[in-house]
Nanobody
């Protein structure tokens, strides 16, 4: 069974930094693209950054220049370095990945359970 587990969330003041991690475990044939979404109270879940298996990245305008997504393919992990955090970054952050498990050899999208990030002013 494939699982994604986020860690690294917490409460910080505006201007500070956090680093989120996403660990992928299970019987995996291949991990393709990975990404981070967030959902603030009363708002829709939004994609903020993604990274392909080869490395190219994309960012939402709201986080461009402040957040950096990266992945470690050898460790089946993904990271989100968040700098210059703002109160409007407060949300639950979810990692997601398009994964081919060894059991089915069909690509599925998997989600983590989410980690809370709260930025105080």
């Amino acid at each position: 069974q494939v699982q994604l587990v986020e860690s690294g969330g917490g409460l910080v003041q505006a201007g500070q930094s956090l680093r989120l991690s996403c660990a992928v475990s299970g019987s995996i044939f291949r991990i393709d693209s990975m990404g981070w979404y967030r959902q603030a109270p009363g708002k829709q879940r939004e994609l903020i950054a993604d990274v392909s298996s080869a490395g190219p990245t994309n960012y939402a305008d709201s986080v461009k220049g402040r957040f950096t997504i990266s992945r470690d393919n050898a460790k089946n992990a993904m990271f989100l370095q968040m700098n210059s955090l703002k109160p409007e970054d407060t949300a639950v952050y979810y990692c997601t990945a398009n994964i081919i498990p060894t059991s089915r050899l069909i690509q599925y999208r998997y989600w983590g359970q989410g980690t809370q990030v709260t930025v105080s002013s």
